[in-house]
């Protein structure tokens, strides 16, 4: 959906390369748009695939695994599987990482592999149960992880129709992700502020998107936005405990 959505395996857009055999993609010519956020985060809609992304943190998602999870699959997660030299099918094919809801195992990208510094693999669970109140919640995970390791640069790619799901507009899967990353963020930011937290920044949150759903995609995160500082305006402004530093 809004990750990176190919196609198919040797379909090429412009410069931004989709198939699995496929160089990298040139820097220079990836389309891109920003959108400011709330908290001074920003986030950008990008069109590039999630091993292309000169990021601190590259976050994937992959529902629940089962034996034709790979026959499903096209695009983005065959592409940076075959990056990492299969990596990824090893572990979920073993069974240490199978995609269980909210499930999550942090990857150091070797050098020569993929441009992302690191990679976090998120489960979205059994693939009958999707819901967008659980794109919200991947959302908020990631940023919680992102926060974790004080990863300055993040892009996000649920990948959901690389792995053959269209059971929600792109756009809706964006309003329930940015949403949830944003309002995890600005928890986050008030723990800080109250001294519950070390200080630290999310500069900008990178959505990929593939050329079908780029357009769509920006929809989503301007909307996303809006509903977060609406969320965030009405929450409570007392600080969390009588410890804070926060008069």
């Known amino acids: 959906m809004n990750a990176f959505e190919t196609l198919r395996p040797l379909f090429v857009i412009g410069s931004v390369l989709l198939a699995a055999d496929t160089s990298l993609a040139d820097d220079s010519a990836v389309r891109e748009f920003r959108v400011p956020g709330p908290n001074g985060m920003t986030i950008a809609v990008r069109m590039q695939?999630?091993?292309?992304?000169?990021?601190?943190?590259?976050?994937?998602?992959?529902?629940?695994w089962t034996p034709d999870a790979i026959k499903r699959s096209s695009g983005a997660p065959i592409e940076l599987d075959r990056r990492l030299g299969g990596?990824?099918?090893?572990?979920?094919?073993?069974?240490?990482?199978?995609?269980?809801?909210?499930?999550?195992?942090?990857i150091e990208s070797p050098?020569?592999?993929?441009?992302?510094?690191?990679l976090l693999l998120a489960g979205l669970g059994e693939e009958s149960t999707l819901s967008l109140a659980k794109l919200e919640r991947i959302g908020a995970a990631s940023l919680r992880s992102a926060v974790q390791i004080s990863a300055t640069q993040v892009a996000f790619a649920p990948l959901l129709r690389d792995?053959?799901?269209?059971?929600?507009?792109?756009?809706?899967?964006e309003i329930a992700v940015t949403k949830g990353m944003l309002l995890a963020y600005d928890s986050e930011r008030r723990l800080q502020r109250q001294g519950f937290a070390k200080p630290f920044g999310l500069q900008?949150?990178?959505?990929?998107?593939?050329?079908?759903?780029?357009?769509?995609t920006i929809l989503g995160v301007?909307?996303?936005v809006e509903q977060a500082k609406t969320?965030?305006?009405?929450?409570?402004?007392?600080?969390?405990?009588?410890k804070s530093k926060q008069p």
């Open 111 to 118: 050098a020569g592999t993929i441009k992302p510094k690191r």
């Open 204 to 216: 900008t949150w990178v959505v990929e998107a593939g050329p079908l759903f780029y357009d769509e």
């Open 231 to 242: 969320a965030i305006d009405a929450r409570d402004a007392k600080p969390y405990s009588t």
């Open 87 to 106: 990596l990824i099918t090893s572990l979920r094919s073993r069974g240490e990482f199978v995609g269980d809801d909210l499930e999550t195992l942090l």
């Open 222 to 224: 301007k909307s996303g």
């Open 163 to 173: 792995q053959g799901n269209s059971k929600f507009a792109a756009k809706d899967v």
């Open 49 to 64: 695939g999630p091993y292309d992304a000169d990021v601190t943190l590259q976050v994937v998602c992959f529902f629940k």
